[in-house]
């Protein structure tokens, strides 16, 4: 009697061990790596990233999913720590493809992390997505990657032409980089785009990311009386402390921040200096230019990282549904079939606007998704939006 | 010559921060023969309690001036309890121990890194001018702000050199710090003497954040930068001497300000630890060095 007692109460647990097996099986789920900085300085870009890769999930999840050849797929969110150098981005290659079997990457963050990254994921055919900015990372040698971003190849023409449109006066630029690959790269396309457009270039100069006294910096750029200075990919909270320094010397004219993503960074160290600062990689969420879905979803970034999202983070929700359009355009989830799709598909992107790829004739190929230019401006202390430009 | 007197008044004024931190690290390392690469993070978590606590008790109705100290106070009690609380469960056990104290140090940095980025964020946060203004002085621009700060800095610089001097306190942490065990033979109680010490730089520290939180960029890295330029002045002042700690920081500053107005930013920065190497090769124990 106690024994068929056992035997019944083992049949049902061995029973709903299969309900629930069952169950699993039934949703499907590809995992997205994401490499980028959880600690350190750019601590707050890459807590931006993994909230907005996981909204996006979620979102998808919700709307009922990715569905490829009658099944259904959801994204789940991988996000390691590289610390934004390349050693620790080695490790977070490692970790991600070869332990954690990942094979398609929804975002990572700096070129010397990102390069670690790539050189891995490219022999295992891994699709990468990146918001790196450096142009040795795209081009035809590296078809698996995807860029989520504007970068300077984009911003700059484009920007540096409505600024030089909108000050016909300025005649003469100081500019100022991180002394880094990005600082580097910025400095050099810079400097051609300001000479086409007629604006000399009085000084290009760089400084350590992590320097935290920045009046010498600020002395040395007002000495040279530049009509505009141009801080480059200085980070905003960089860009604010050297704007107040500057003020304090006494010197007026036109302030640009071209790859700067945020007030919040440049308004806290800047304070009243930030005003009329141009920045070419800026997000507002004020006014009726953004939507409820985007207000709403800041306000959650806000509660969650204490800052407001900005471009860099917004391009890891935007791969999420780049992947889910190309995934369901291809029929199949292996991502080399979906990296030879993918330049095909538009999606909506968290801007609002249905978005694709291009970059053919800039790096030869599709890789770089088509996002608006937006210049934004620090008016009365809040950044406006002042001119939406199409690439 | 007004570029002289402003490229000068910014080096001084640059100065009277590193020396506010080069004194806390060399007195650690006279008491205790340690290494604290920690000192850093007492200073940041002073920075961050301010720039938290200040927006919410200037809404809360109090004036500018006086939201500011209180929080300077509530600043300066969390770093000197974290700062307590990283001697008697750490440091205590390493002292006169160079290697395990370098060990410990960096260990306890990685720590607070991320318990700093946890409980703070990583987002910058600002303090608006307490002192707004500035004044000529031969021509250069100073903010009152920064006045404010060397003041306070020269003062602190002044009240520990005349304290070692001339306290009782202070002729101990000499003592000690001279020879810890003929020190203890003469009834020093060492122990004391040694969490004294640690206190007081963190009491350094401490001060070196709240005043700066108002005219820098404060994030829970922000320790970091200044933890490297106190460094390399009390290296080449020499470890453990308090004279040597200002004359280091003084030079590391005006490097840093002359180098990045003449040349770039960067090389200065290269500039600086090249000098370094060469104050190393003539003077191995730093200038005014014992240790």
Redesign the interface.
């Given at each position: 009697m106690i024994i068929k007692k056992q035997l019944k109460s083992g049949a049902a647990v061995l029973a709903l061990a299969g309900l629930i097996a069952g169950a699993a099986q039934a949703e499907e789920v590809i995992r997205l790596g994401l490499s980028v900085p959880l600690?350190?300085?750019?601590?707050?870009w890459g807590?931006g990233a993994e909230f907005l890769c996981n909204t996006a999930a979620r979102e998808i999840r919700e709307g009922g999913g990715v569905s490829v050849g009658g099944e259904t797929y959801n994204f789940e969110c991988l996000s390691y720590d590289n610390k934004y150098n390349a050693a620790e981005g080695t490790k977070v290659a490692q970790a991600l493809l070869n332990r954690e079997g990942v094979k398609f990457i929804g975002g990572s963050l700096g070129t010397a992390p990102v390069q670690a990254l790539q050189a891995l994921a490219e022999r295992q055919d891994v699709l990468v997505f990146t918001v790196a900015w450096g142009a040795s990372i795209k081009g035809v040698k590296h078809p698996m990657t995807f860029t989520q971003m504007n970068t300077p190849g984009e911003i700059l023409p484009l920007l540096i032409a409505y600024i030089a449109k909108e000050h016909p006066e300025a005649k003469s630029v100081a500019m100022l980089n991180p002394?880094d690959a990005t600082g580097k790269e910025t400095e050099t396309l810079a400097g051609d785009i300001w000479a086409k457009n007629g604006v000399d270039v009085a000084a290009s100069?760089?400084?350590?990311r992590?320097?935290?006294?920045f009046?010498?910096?600020a002395?040395?750029l007002a000495?040279l009386k530049p009509a505009i200075i141009d801080l480059g990919a200085t980070p905003?909270?960089?860009a604010?402390?050297i704007f107040k320094e500057l003020d304090?010397?006494?010197w007026k004219g036109v302030k640009v921040v071209e790859v700067g993503t945020g007030a919040?960074?440049l308004?806290?160290?800047g304070?009243d200096a930030a005003e009329g600062v141009y920045m070419g990689a800026g997000v507002t969420f004020e006014g009726n230019a953004a939507t409820d879905h985007q207000k709403a979803i800041n306000e959650q970034a806000k509660a969650q990282?204490?800052?407001s999202l900005n471009a860099v983070q917004i391009g890891f929700y935007d791969s999420v549904y780049a992947l889910k359009a190309a995934m369901e355009k291809a029929g199949s989830v292996d991502p080399k079939i979906v990296a030879e799709v993918l330049p095909q598909v538009t999606f909506k992107s968290f801007y609002g606007e249905e978005v694709g790829f291009y970059g053919k004739e800039l790096y030869g190929r599709d890789q770089q998704m088509r996002l608006p230019i937006i210049v934004t401006k620090v008016i009365g202390g809040t950044l406006a939006e002042v001119a939406r430009l199409k690439p | 010559m007004q570029?002289f007197i402003?490229?000068s008044a910014?080096a001084l004024?640059?100065g009277a921060?590193y020396v506010l931190f080069s004194l806390g690290l060399t007195l650690i390392f006279g008491v205790m023969r340690i290494v604290n690469f920690v000192h850093g993070h007492i200073f940041s978590v002073a920075a961050l309690v301010v720039a938290y606590l200040l927006p919410a008790l200037a809404a809360g109705g109090l004036s500018a001036p006086a939201a500011y100290v209180l929080a300077s106070f509530v600043g300066i009690a969390v770093a000197l309890s974290l700062g307590a609380l990283l001697y008697i469960f750490g440091f205590r056990h390493f002292q006169r121990d160079l290697v395990g104290s370098f060990i410990l140090s960096i260990g306890l940095v990685l720590l607070l890194?991320?318990v700093l980025?946890h409980v703070f964020?990583?987002?910058?946060?600002?303090v608006?001018?307490i002192f707004p203004g500035?004044v000529s002085i031969g021509g250069a621009?100073?903010?009152i702000q920064r006045l404010f700060l060397c003041a306070v800095a020269v003062l602190m610089a002044v009240s520990l050199y005349l304290a070692l001097g001339h306290s009782r306190l202070g002729k101990a942490l000499r003592a000690v710090s001279y020879d810890h065990e003929a020190a203890m033979m003469v009834g020093i109680p060492y122990s004391r003497i040694a969490f004294l010490g640690f206190m007081i730089a963190s009491l350094l520290a401490a001060i070196a954040g709240v005043l700066l939180a108002p005219v820098?960029?404060?994030?829970p890295?922000?320790g970091?930068?200044?933890l490297i330029k106190g460094f390399i002045a009390v290296i080449i002042g020499g470890l453990g001497s308090v004279p040597g700690a200002i004359l280091g920081s003084i030079f590391v500053a005006s490097i840093?300000?002359?180098?990045?107005?003449y040349l770039?930013?960067?090389y200065?920065?290269l500039a600086i630890f090249g000098l370094v190497i060469i104050v190393l090769l003539f003077w191995p124990k730093g200038v005014f060095g014992r240790g």
């Open positions: 600690s350190g300085a750019a601590a707050v807590k002394n100069d760089f400084y350590e992590g320097t935290t006294e009046q010498p910096i002395a040395r000495s905003p909270a960089d604010g402390a304090v010397l006494g919040d960074g308004k806290a160290t304070g990282i204490g800052e | 570029t402003q490229l910014t004024q640059i921060v890194d991320g980025l964020g990583g987002a910058v946060r600002g608006p001018e500035r621009q100073v903010t820098t960029i404060v994030s890295v922000i970091t930068d200044y840093e300000t002359f180098g990045s107005y770039d930013s960067s200065a920065t």
